[in-house]
């Protein structure tokens, strides 16, 4: 099994900058897409940015220019740099991976979740 543990939540102010992590392990022998998705209270999840595991990027409408998503693959991590935070921001971010273990089948993996929130 692969289990995710997210860092980097908190209390930051409008404008400010945080950066999240997400290390992956278990008996991993491929992860292919990694994400970040977020949940506002009282709204559905939505996608903040995705790497490939070719390393292509994208990323959400409201966060583009913003936030950087990026991965090394050597540790299993993936990171996201969010920089102006705004209070729209404010949610909570789960890290995502579509990965395999070792004799197993690709399938979905969902970090616990980390708190974002920004003061107006």
């Known amino acids: 099994q692969v289990q995710l543990e997210e860092s980097g939540g908190g209390l930051v102010q409008a404008g400010g900058s945080l950066r999240l992590s997400c290390a992956a392990s278990?008996?991993?022998?491929?992860?292919?897409?990694m994400a970040w998705y977020r949940q506002a209270q009282g709204k559905q999840r939505e996608l903040v940015a995705v790497i490939t595991g070719g390393g292509n990027t994208n990323y959400g409408d409201s966060v583009k220019g913003r936030f950087t998503i990026s991965r090394e693959n050597t540790k299993n991590t993936l990171s996201l740099q969010m920089n102006s935070l705004k209070p729209e921001d404010t949610a909570v971010y789960f890290c995502?991976?579509?990965?395999?273990?070792?004799?197993?089948?690709?399938?979905?993996?969902w970090g616990q979740g980390t708190q974002v929130t920004v003061s107006s």
């Open positions: 278990g008996n991993i022998v491929n992860i292919n897409n």
């Open positions: 995502y991976v579509f990965a395999r273990v070792a004799g197993g089948n690709y399938r979905n993996y």
